[in-house]
């Protein structure tokens, strides 16, 4: 099992950057492939950006492909996301999940098994 906490959200002017981080207990963190998802008010939960285990393979949601960047340091037990260029429809709480099953193309809520509190993103235009 993994507990996750999310931080670095805030407030941001279109075409600013924000890093978020998440921060996981346990021992097996590098066990998990890891996401982020958002949720806007009135909207269902959607896929932002994965990564596997090691690190060494992403995706990305075409909302937000080069602009974002997903990263782990299963070290520290963090996974991190630099959002640059942010957009006000990137308007969101963000959540960052963990997951059990093996690295493949995973995009639904269902596919992760655990998840942080969120932190709200606000952009401004």
């Known amino acids: 099992q993994v507990q996750l906490v999310e931080s670095g959200g805030g407030l941001a002017q279109a075409g600013g950057s924000l890093r978020l981080s998440c921060a996981a207990s346990?021992?097996?963190?590098?066990?998990?492939?890891m996401g982020w998802f958002r949720q806007a008010p009135g909207k269902e939960r959607e896929f932002v950006t994965a990564?596997?285990?090691?690190?060494?393979?992403?995706y990305y949601a075409d909302s937000v492909k080069g602009r974002f960047t997903i990263s782990r340091d299963n070290a520290k037990n963090t996974v991190t996301l630099q959002m640059n260029n942010l957009k006000p429809e990137d308007t969101a709480v963000y959540y960052c999940?963990?997951?059990?099953?093996?690295?493949?193309?995973?995009?639904?809520?269902?596919?992760?098994?655990?998840w942080g509190q969120g932190t709200q993103v606000t952009v401004s235009s």
């Open positions: 999940a963990a997951g059990v099953l093996g690295w493949a193309y995973r995009t639904k809520p269902t596919d992760y098994d655990y």
């Open positions: 346990g021992r097996t963190f590098s066990s998990y492939m």
């Open positions: 990564i596997s285990r090691s690190g060494d393979s992403t």
